[in-house]
């Protein structure tokens, strides 16, 4: 038996190899084939050299104005970065293979001035006092719009607010309880360490992680201030309560909205055309438009007829309003059809998403039912990463992108001659700190070097917030709201208007990032004539791009 069931092994073997199938073996190290280059060296300088004169080629037929500009900019720029570049993150994402792309509307297609911030914290305020019965005392305190940022974390068991890096570890000089920062020693007695373990942090610590978050924290640090300063007793877990219940009650009772409504010059920045003829440019190519907000079609439609005018409705295929995000993408809830005439929903069961018509609640099946529209040639773009790009992202399979309005103050101040400077500075006392150290075990040799680097980082974290620094970066690390970005998000940008001057086909990816043990090969002198090749490249474009911008003034900001 043993003899017939090789014999047959060995015809099936046979039979696979001479039908070109190879089968997986373990192989020696010393036995596996090294990277072989896929060009030799003078090959890779050619193809360098050919790209850049294809550029300096096509930029000199392209015609003067805003799009110009932005291509300038993005070829020849001296920083290479600027607010309205949109980034990519983790996966490349090319527009052209895009079926449908979606909008939210509230922070995304709306872009709401900062006079928001004061008006949720004012609604917010008053609920506390006139329906809660909070102490009148309250009502004397103002948003702070310098105090927090967005992507803190509330702890409900001990009050703190806290910044946090990916891995959980808490940025000691941005941890506040109420309006008061703690010192190291007082962090390291309510939690025993400068980490928080992942337990404690799903138990009791609350993401603050919106453009509504911020009056939102800022509200429950002077409650808890002033619960401190009169020397009431309180429970941290009701503050957060309270104040989250308040918030909700002006969104959901209409009370913001109908301020928001009542007042659009103050509220909104006024008619945006970029936003239209990106949407133009979109349909001209094929692709299906919809928009999904959690916002009710009343408020909705008052905005958007604000923002692209009356007829805004036939830029999109489907309008979405009233979804219950991030409900609506676990859900399998029918759509209803909105009679706008009379603000009714019809009874009948929806069969087929109609252009013209506006639907309300629904889901991601009953859209997926409907559509037919596989989960990768969908990309959707939103403001907030668990509503708006989480659940689409890793259930649905859907592409996502984050409008981030702190993206555009946050580049301009790392753009800065001092902040470059401020931060080379900062890596080479680093970077020296450790050399030292690892041929002198007395810490008053490195003192000089640690005062600088503690002097750097209170330098580097000013320009962003007095308080809590950078919305994405710690001291050495991204925080966890970037993590998170990155996580979820396949693209990020400032404003819904940096889409519109790329190309439709464009392929955002990310750049590469070296871990900490590998090696960055393009310092190495081996490549100095392929940077070389780049670095002729961007001087003879630096001339151009003077050139041209001398002869093309710039839009007042």
């Given amino acids: 038996l043993t003899h017939m069931l090789l014999q047959r092994l060995g015809h099936r073997l046979r039979a696979t190899q001479r039908a070109g199938v190879r089968y997986c073996t373990s192989t020696p190290d010393e036995q596996v084939p090294s990277a072989t280059l896929p060009f030799p060296h003078k090959k890779a300088v050619a193809i360098l050299e050919s790209a850049c004169n294809r550029i300096e080629e096509l930029i000199q037929y392209q015609p003067p104005g805003k799009g110009k500009q932005f291509s300038l900019d993005y070829l020849y720029g001296s920083h290479n970065i600027t607010p309205t570049y949109v980034f990519g993150t983790t996966r490349e994402l090319n527009l052209s293979k895009m079926a449908a792309i979606g909008f939210d509307y509230d922070f995304t297609l709306a872009n709401y001035t900062p006079e928001?911030?004061?008006?949720?914290?004012?609604?917010?305020?008053?609920?506390?006092?006139?329906?809660?019965?909070?102490?009148?005392?309250?009502?004397?305190?103002?948003?702070d719009p310098y105090f927090a940022i967005r992507g803190l974390y509330y702890d409900t068991k001990q009050g703190n607010l806290l910044?946090?890096?990916?891995?959980?570890?808490?940025?000691?000089?941005?941890?506040?309880?109420?309006?008061r920062a703690l010192s190291q020693s007082q962090i390291l007695n309510?939690?025993?360490?400068?980490?928080?373990?992942?337990?404690?942090?799903?138990?009791?610590?609350?993401?603050?992680?919106?453009?509504?978050?911020?009056?939102?924290?800022c509200l429950i640090s002077d409650t808890i201030q002033f619960f401190t300063d009169s020397h009431m007793s309180f429970d941290p877990s009701y503050?957060?309560?309270?104040?989250?219940?308040?918030?909700?009650?002006?969104?959901?009772?209409?009370?913001?909205?109908?301020?928001i409504s009542a007042d659009l010059e103050r509220y909104l920045p006024g008619r945006r055309p970029k936003i239209a003829e990106f949407l133009g440019t979109l349909k001209a190519h094929d692709r299906k438009?919809?928009?999904?907000?959690?916002?009710?079609?009343?408020?909705?439609?008052?905005?958007?007829?604000?923002?692209?005018?009356k007829d805004w409705a036939e830029s999109f295929d489907f309008v979405i309003a009233?979804?219950?995000?991030?409900?609506?993408?676990?859900?399998?809830?029918?759509?209803?059809?909105?009679?706008?005439s009379t603000g009714a929903v019809v009874w009948e069961p929806v069969n087929e998403l109609v252009q013209g018509n506006i639907y309300v609640e629904g889901s991601m099946a009953e859209f997926k039912r409907l559509t037919r529209f596989p989960g990768f040639q969908v990309l959707y773009l939103g403001d907030h990463l668990f509503s708006d790009v989480r659940e689409p992202s890793r259930t649905h399979g859907w592409r996502t992108g984050v409008i981030v309005s702190d993206l555009e103050r946050e580049i301009?101040?790392?753009?800065?001659?001092?902040?470059?400077?401020?931060?080379?500075?900062?890596?080479?006392?680093?970077?020296?700190?450790?050399?030292?150290?690892?041929?002198?075990?007395?810490?008053?040799?490195?003192?000089?070097?640690?005062?600088?680097?503690?002097?750097?980082?209170?330098?580097?974290?000013?320009?962003f917030n007095q308080h809590f620094g950078s919305v994405f970066r710690t001291h050495n690390n991204p925080t966890l709201f970037a993590y998170l970005l990155q996580r979820y998000a396949d693209i990020y940008t400032s404003s819904i208007e940096n889409l519109a001057v790329y190309p439709h086909n464009f392929t955002f990816s990310a750049r590469r990032a070296f871990l900490p043990h590998e090696i960055d090969i393009t310092k190495k002198e081996k490549f100095k004539d392929l940077r070389e090749t780049f670095v002729q490249f961007r001087r003879r474009g630096a001339a151009y791009y003077k050139k041209v911008l001398d002869e093309m003034p710039r839009e007042r900001e």
């Avoid at 890596?427 to 450790?434: A, E, H, P, Q």
């Fill in 289 to 309: 438009l919809f928009l999904l907000t959690n916002s009710p079609y009343e408020f909705t439609n008052t905005g958007m007829s604000y923002i692209l005018g």
């Fill in 412 to 463: 301009n101040k790392q753009t800065s001659p001092d902040y470059q400077e401020t931060l080379g500075q900062l890596l080479l006392y680093s970077s020296l700190k450790r050399k030292l150290e690892m041929i002198s075990s007395n810490p008053s040799d490195c003192a000089e070097l640690v005062t600088a680097i503690n002097a750097c980082r209170r330098s580097l974290k000013l320009p």
């Fill in 116 to 143: 928001i911030q004061i008006l949720i914290y004012k609604l917010a305020r008053d609920y506390l006092v006139n329906y809660m019965r909070y102490p009148e005392g309250i009502l004397k305190f103002s948003y």
């Fill in 239 to 259: 503050i957060y309560a309270d104040v989250t219940k308040a918030v909700q009650f002006i969104h959901f009772s209409g009370v913001l909205h109908k301020a």
């Fill in 322 to 340: 009233s979804a219950d995000k991030p409900t609506w993408f676990t859900s399998t809830r029918p759509f209803r059809r909105l009679d706008v």
């Fill in 190 to 217: 309510s939690y025993g360490a400068l980490h928080i373990g992942l337990d404690y942090l799903n138990q009791n610590l609350r993401p603050m992680i919106d453009n509504f978050s911020m009056p939102e924290a």
């Fill in 163 to 179: 910044k946090l890096d990916y891995l959980h570890n808490v940025q000691v000089d941005s941890v506040f309880y109420g309006r």
